[in-house]
């Protein structure tokens, strides 16, 4: 389809011709996956997860949306990422760092009001150090490890504290998480062993907070997993929370690659880089204007595009800024130079490009580059 179609030639047309493809985020499908996610969980709160520019997608656009659709608490990985996040939601929106600070971090961490997640006993003794210096009692969470081997305190750390709940003074407990290892897989028992864990270890805990377990697809395991806080982040950007089953999140992203040349092969005639793939009858192809460098990985080329309906697959090896993809199937004269094919789109999105690929979702949302233009749409 011709971006002239875009809303604003000026502002969307004719930057998107200068781009190699242009991304589409529905933020209006974001907000309808938020109030979604909360509808699943009437007793708890729900977080939104915006690590990683909001999985790739852009925290600054993604992020007042979210808070807009009711979102007042917000998880990132990095003090750095919370920083960048203080300026596009309100001062009352609560920002939690998922990874804490590390010792130099503490005082910008706290200065910003950013509550850090504190997975072990020497991040408990940072924070408490500056806290005491600057004579506050921060809100903090406390991460358990319950299975994951991952982050947080262990069980003997649990008994540490349990046994010296000084180590916890002038820290104030907002909350009590862990994080499940295998919540998309419905009937992996180790899902109801980490929430006993959890029930179990913060019961030893010398404070008594709310608790928190459940990301993405921990929500769609049903209310034995929701506690008091889910924290979804994948979910919230369309990414099913169980493969297998329907997908009841609705597709954000749409990516649309410029066709930059169209060729006929014959017989012989070899493709891309190593000359790998092979015509075995007479062809039509098509270069496209995606590569490696802009997410689509290069070892993994086993995807495909569309065009109205029909299946294009990649042929040979991903390019840095192209890939060459079979239109056979297109009828003559209907998908030259100038054309557009799509990469992401409704019935075709990150889950199955991730499948193609042999990764997740959320590495593909992750993975998505730099240079697309970026079209924010509100597309109800
Ligand atoms: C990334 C992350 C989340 C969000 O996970 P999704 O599967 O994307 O919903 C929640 N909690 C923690 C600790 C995380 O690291």
């Known amino acids: 389809m011709p971006v002239t179609q875009a809303s604003s030639p000026v502002h969307a047309g004719w930057p998107a011709q200068r781009a190699g493809a242009v991304l589409t985020v529905n933020l209006e499908a974001i907000a309808q996956n938020y109030r979604l996610l909360r509808e699943r969980v009437p007793h708890a709160v729900c977080a939104a997860v915006v690590k990683a520019d909001a999985y790739g997608l852009g925290v600054a656009q993604l992020a007042p949306v979210l808070e807009q659709a009711g979102a007042t608490q917000f998880f990132v990985a990095h003090v750095d ?21 590390r010792p130099d971090a503490v005082e910008a961490c706290l200065a910003h009001g950013l509550r ?16 005491r210096k600057q004579q506050r009692a921060p809100g903090v ?3 358990l490890d319950t299975g994951m081997s991952r ?7 649990v008994q540490h504290l349990a046994e010296q709940p000084d180590l916890l003074d002038g820290l104030t407990v907002e909350l009590v998480m862990s994080h499940l290892a295998c919540a998309d897989e419905r009937t992996n028992p180790a899902n109801a062993e980490q929430a006993a864990r959890l029930k179990e270890y913060a019961a030893l805990l010398p404070v008594r907070a709310p608790l928190s377990l459940a990301a993405s697809s921990g929500v769609f395991l049903g209310p034995d997993y929701h506690f008091n806080l889910v924290r979804p982040g994948a979910a919230l950007y369309g990414v099913a929370p169980h493969p297998h ?30 000359l790998t793939w092979r015509a075995d009858g007479p062809c039509r192809v098509a270069t496209i204007a995606v590569g490696y460098a802009d997410g689509f990985v290069r070892a993994r080329a086993k995807g495909c595009a569309w065009f109205r309906g029909h299946r294009l697959p990649i042929l040979g090896r991903i390019s840095m800024d192209s890939m060459t993809v079979d239109i056979s199937t297109i009828p003559e004269g209907q998908l030259e130079a100038d054309g557009m094919v799509e990469l992401l789109n409704e019935t075709y999105g990150v889950d199955h490009v991730a ?3 042999g990764t997740i979702g959320y590495e593909v949302l992750t993975s998505l580059g730099h240079r697309y233009h970026r079209n924010y749409t509100r597309a109800a």
């Not at 992203?253 to 006929?264: I, M, N, W, Y």
């Open 355 to 357: 499948a193609a690929e």
């Open 151 to 157: 982050f947080g305190l262990s069980a003997q750390d």
């Open 141 to 143: 969470v406390l991460q």
């Open 245 to 274: 089953e329907p997908n009841p999140l609705r597709a954000v992203v749409g990516l649309k690659a410029h066709v930059l040349q169209t060729r006929t092969l014959s017989r012989g005639d070899r493709v891309g880089y190593g």
């Open 116 to 131: 850090p997640v504190l997975n072990s006993l020497e991040q408990i003794a940072w924070v408490r150090a500056v806290a």
């Open 81 to 101: 990422e919370g920083l960048a996040l203080r300026q596009h939601v309100g001062a009352q929106a609560g920002i939690t760092v998922l990874h804490g600070p």
